[in-house]
């Protein structure tokens, strides 16, 4: 991607994140996003059809939930790793996940979790049940938004400790 594209892409999905955490998604418009990136209508539209094509567009950017499964080692192994990159990404993931962030990407953020978690225990188990996707998903989703809302405090560790200590029990004993 050209430089001159990649700033402005880039201008554009910072000011959405800014936006986000100062009023809420659903309070961001357009014309907000434009005035705060400093950049023409035309030139937003020519990169993005509309604010949630930005919104997905910095969800896309979080390497994490694109890891590819693991057929050895400890089961989800990808926590530790994906809580160390959102601390690392700790407010892109706060604008994106947190409370003040859109219903929309956290559903695609769940899907995308999901298929990573049913590609890892399908090539494990050679099945992976609904139920217990949803459940691993939601672990580990709750435990990330509180952490980036800041409503607990803990390390990337110890977030891992607790998710692998509460979801693997279950899992194994299926």
């Given at each position: 991607m050209d430089r001159r594209v990649r700033r402005t892409r880039q201008a554009i999905q910072g000011a959405l994140v800014e936006l986000t955490l100062e009023k809420g998604y659903d309070a961001v418009t357009v014309t907000d996003i434009?005035?705060?990136?400093?950049?023409?209508?035309?030139?937003?539209?020519?990169?993005?059809?509309?604010?949630?094509?930005?919104?997905?567009?910095?969800?896309?950017?979080?390497?994490?939930?694109?890891?590819?499964?693991?057929?050895?080692?400890?089961?989800?192994?990808?926590?530790?790793?994906?809580?160390?990159?959102?601390?690392?990404?700790?407010?892109?993931?706060?604008?994106?996940l947190g409370r003040r962030g859109g219903g929309v990407v956290v559903a695609r953020g769940e899907r995308m979790l999901g298929r990573m978690i049913r590609a890892e225990l399908r090539a494990r188990k050679g099945e992976a049940s609904e139920l217990v996707v949803s459940c691993v998903v939601g672990a580990f989703m709750t435990l990330l938004r509180r952490w980036v809302d800041e409503e607990i405090v803990a390390t990337p560790a110890e977030l891992d400790a607790a998710f692998r200590a509460t979801v693997l029990p279950g899992v194994e004993a299926l």
């Open positions: 434009i005035d705060r990136a400093d950049v023409g209508r035309s030139t937003f539209y020519a990169h993005f059809t509309d604010k949630q094509d930005v919104l997905f567009s910095n969800l896309e950017a979080l390497t994490f939930l694109h890891a590819e499964p693991a057929a050895d080692g400890p089961l989800f192994a990808f926590s530790l790793p994906m809580f160390e990159h959102v601390h690392g990404q700790r407010r892109l993931v706060k604008a994106l």
